[in-house]
């Protein structure tokens, strides 16, 4: 194996991580911004349970789903959005029976959340304006 093959990755990946770290400035913000000031300020959200009350059914079979309404608020706001789904049991991690994702289904006004099972409970973690 070459040298060359062995430095030249190394200095791209470090020139890249250069390149993203100059990005962010106290004043203006970087590429990484939104997640960590997300977990910044826990307080800054609110719990909003949503209920899996409503079914679709597709190609795939029957899924139950729910929605929770925010009036006033845009779709870009609300974007912003997490979703916290526990279980009464953890099906891969012992004593993790919650996980913490955002794939929500959003318009102006709405959050929407496709549930694995109508048993999931379901909070949404909604950034306060």
């Known amino acids: 194996?070459?040298?060359r093959e062995v430095i030249y990755p190394i200095a791209g990946?470090?020139?890249?991580?250069?390149?993203?770290?100059?990005?962010?400035?106290?004043?203006?913000?970087?590429?990484?911004?939104?997640?960590?000031?997300?977990?910044?300020?826990p307080s800054a959200v609110t719990a909003v349970p949503l209920r899996c009350d409503r079914t679709v059914t597709d190609e795939f079979g029957t899924n139950s789903w729910g929605e929770v309404e925010f009036p006033g608020r845009t779709k870009e706001d609300l974007a912003r959005a997490r979703v916290?789904?526990?279980r009464s049991s953890?099906?891969?991690?012992?004593?993790?029976?919650?996980v913490s994702t955002f794939p929500l289904r959003v318009r102006d006004g709405a959050l929407a959340y496709v549930c694995d099972t109508a048993k999931d409970?379901?909070?949404?973690?909604?950034?306060?304006?």
């Open 90 to 98: 953890s099906d891969l991690v012992p004593g993790y029976n919650c």
């Open 121 to 129: 409970q379901v909070t949404l973690l909604v950034p306060n304006t």
């Open 84 to 86: 916290l789904v526990c």
């Open 13 to 41: 990946a470090l020139a890249i991580q250069a390149a993203c770290a100059s990005t962010r400035t106290p004043d203006h913000g970087g590429p990484f911004d939104a997640a960590t000031d997300a977990h910044a300020e």
């Open 1 to 3: 194996m070459k040298l």
